[in-house]
């Protein structure tokens, strides 16, 4: 008798059960914060992350989801620390910066819709992510320095090469040096978050499921 109610009880709830339909998915975990799919929907719609010319969107998604997953591991060490706020001229430049990416403010507005988002929803993400720029200048900037011998080897080395192929014109040294420093600490600045977040990543417990 138990049997037979049981499988009353199942037949009752089992149209109810298949005929669920599924909300949300998991892409990843770190620790205990758990990235979803609608996340990744809601950057790529937004275009918050713009897509490379010739990426492909399967390529796309997993680089916006690489991107979240480092993102959240860099905010989290943040927090560790006394961050100031981001300014609110600097907030609505970024964002200024986002819409650009579409042909008119009316149609960000309606993929804004289409992702469920609203306008202090970018400026939450975009602030969080600011945040951690600033924290980056001022934790690894002052230890970058360029040496006058480093900045002369990569003209000679790559900048005065790169030029030929192009079919461009040489230019003195002087006039380039300071773009060519800037070029180098950019470089250099972008291999220690590399490793900070390398760090991060390895301390942390990070599951990665799907992408789309």
């Given amino acids: 008798m138990k049997k037979l109610a049981l499988l009353a009880l199942l037949l009752i709830f089992l149209p109810t059960i298949s005929s669920a339909v599924i909300i949300d998915r998991i892409a990843a975990t770190i620790d205990r914060e758990v990235i979803t799919l609608s996340q990744i929907d809601q950057i790529v719609t937004a275009r918050l992350i713009p897509q490379r010319a010739e990426e492909s969107e399967d390529d796309y998604r997993r680089r916006v989801l690489n991107a979240l997953i480092s993102q959240t591991l860099r905010y989290r060490d943040v927090q560790r620390f006394r961050v100031e706020d981001v300014s609110p001229d ?45 924290y ?65 990543r390895a301390s942390a417990n990070v599951d990665v499921f799907a992408y789309r």
């Fill in 90 to 134: 600097a907030l609505e430049s970024r964002l200024l910066v986002v819409i650009s990416r579409f042909p008119s403010e009316a149609e960000f507005t309606a993929a804004l819709s289409r992702a469920e988002w609203n306008l202090d929803d970018v400026r939450a993400m975009l602030r969080r992510q600011m945040q951690v720029e600033n």
């Fill in 136 to 200: 980056i200048d001022e934790r690894f900037s002052p230890t970058i320095f360029v040496s006058l011998e480093e900045i002369e080897t990569y003209y000679r080395e790559v900048w005065l090469i790169q030029r030929q192929e192009r079919g461009l014109p040489p230019v003195p040294l002087s006039q380039v040096r300071e773009e060519i420093r800037t070029l180098l600490r950019a470089d250099r600045l972008r291999d220690q978050v590399e490793v900070w977040t390398s760090q991060l």
